[in-house]
């Protein structure tokens, strides 16, 4: 049938607009290109208009986890505490890496859950929209809703881990203080953080879906290099190394979350622990990664979707 | 289905007495998809790295394969109209319609748009581990329904999908559903909202004889309702129920556009006698 291809019959075009062209005849009813991209002011009202979609969804996925276990959401809980079980087998009874950490434990316990949140965020970012390709190709609704709806049950997630964690800190002996309260803050910011990050990876994953199998590499480097089980300070005692590396290491973010978390938890871990200026460095990568990410994600907002 | 539409399309020739309202206008589109990892070497490594290396020289080369969906498509679509799009199969009907949706960017060309063009379809929003009332919450959010609006649809969502006939189903999770059941619930949910300008894309009537007529009773609601449909199918009998309009597209390019009876008669003619 390819033959009859090649010569279109003649064409019956009924509403040939006579004199006008089709652009301009659009232009004159008010229509809008469908597909752009809004501006960033637009684009932040869509996405407040979408916050319930965005704390239904990633709330669905939270709870579609576990869904077929017969222990169903218990696996919150026993999950993270599983994997804090893991790492203190390792670190602390083999590796010893607890020497010279008071309430090693909790010290372990916390960074773990902690660097999980960032973790878990930034790789749910980078599929969260080559992952979701069905859900962008069928309905319309502002992209970042994706990667933020992601980074919001990876949040809900870690506040499973958190009774967890306050059930470990007590079994321990750590004293409940006032200053548990600025876990709130703390978490805030590295959410902001995080969502950033993973609005950032989302449009590189988007493109480039390759980067997901990259992801868990460049991930786990980091977080060897963020103290997660053991105390930088500890490992870097009588080391030389040179000042720039050094500062590299402690304004690392989540170097700086971590230790703002395990200071809010623990008691015998001391302000003098944390790096000069530290909420002030937390807000910064909090702000830097948040809006970063965010109008870069922005950037490409009407591409998303594309095979 | 004696209430076909009959709107101004007979107004195409002279003047029409008032001025018909565009809601889409579709100006010179073309849509390109690129396909990773084909070419040549297909999968193997070496034809990975090739691609990598000489990336930007030759994408042909490098394997990734261009498929031109759409090819220079324009027409203006206008208020009232229900207008159908028929074509053999990956002649490219619904890729302009995704396009129209703003789902799928195009490659050159505008489309333009009064209000968001929706496509009529939640699946990819739900999830089947999740039980039918929350999948109609989320799917409702996910069309842009507020809290409110699903709350109050809630029930008729539920009662038009006849989920709960043959017992409390709709507290069980969606993966437990026979495949009927799964998809006159999806039907009902994708059917709860009212749009300005409506995409179908075919076969939306799912489900037994009786789910059939109550579902195409629904469309026919919306279709009044909105201000312009669009309609892909492969049935030319729902088409010449529906539209009062149809764009013949073939191979991406638009081969035809005109009053219903007119393309169908060609279309036939072209595919092999009547169906």
Known sequence: ?307 | MADTITRPTEGQQGAAPAERVPTVVVDGVDIVYRVNGTGAGRGTATAALNRILRRKKAEKAAGVRKVHAVRNVSFAAYRGEAIGLIGTNGSGKSTLLKAVAGLLPVENGRIHTDGQPSLLGVNAALMSDLTGERNVFLGGLAMGMSREQVKERYQDIVDFSGINEKGDFITLPMRTYSSGMAARLRFSIAAAKDHDVLLVDEALATGDRSFQKRSEARIRELRERAGTVFLVSHNNKSIRDTCDRVLWLERGELRMDGPTADVLKEYEEFTGGKK
Not at chain 1, 81 to 99: C, D, E, H, K, P
Not at chain 1, 215 to 224: C, I
Not at chain 1, 293 to 304: D, L, N, P, S
Request: charged share 10%.
């Open chain 1, 1 to 307: 049938m390819s033959q009859v291809l090649h010569t279109p019959p003649p064409t019956t075009n009924p509403p040939a607009p006579p004199a006008e062209s089709l652009a301009e005849l659009a232009a004159r009813h008010g229509l809008t290109v469908s597909g752009a991209r809004p501006s960033l002011v637009q684009y932040v009202r869509q996405l407040w208009a979408r916050r319930h979609f965005i704390t239904a969804f990633a709330t669905a996925k939270l709870t579609a986890q576990y869904s077929q276990a017969k222990l169903g959401q218990l696996w919150q809980v026993a999950n993270p505490l599983l994997n804090a079980a893991v790492y203190y087998l390792i670190f602390g009874l083999l590796m010893g890496t607890s020497r010279g950490v008071p309430d090693y434990v909790p010290f372990l316990v916390t960074g773990v859950f902690v660097w999980t949140f960032t973790q878990s965020s930034i790789m749910a970012g980078t599929k969260a929209i080559s992952g979701s390709l069905g859900l962008v190709r069928a309905l319309h609704f502002p992209r970042a809703s994706l990667p933020l709806s992601y980074c919001l049950q990876q949040l809900q997630q870690l506040l499973f881990s958190m009774i967890a964690l306050v059930v470990i800190l007590l079994a321990f002996g750590i004293p409940v203080a006032a200053s548990w309260l600025l876990v709130v803050p703390a978490l805030l910011l590295q959410f902001t953080f995080n969502a950033g990050v993973a609005m950032a990876m989302a449009r590189i994953g988007a493109k480039t879906p390759d980067i997901s199998q990259l992801m868990p590499f460049v991930l786990r480097t980091w977080m060897y290099a963020s103290g997660v089980m053991f105390s930088i300070d500890q490992v870097l005692a009588g080391k030389d190394i040179p000042s720039w590396a050094r500062v590299l290491l402690e304004y690392n973010p989540a170097v700086v979350y971590i230790d703002l978390m395990r200071f809010a938890l623990i008691d015998s871990f001391q302000g003098s622990q944390l790096p000069d200026h530290v909420w002030a460095v937390a807000l910064g990568w909090a702000l830097l990664a948040g809006i970063g990410g965010f109008i870069y994600f922005w950037k490409a907002e009407e591409t998303y979707g594309r095979g």
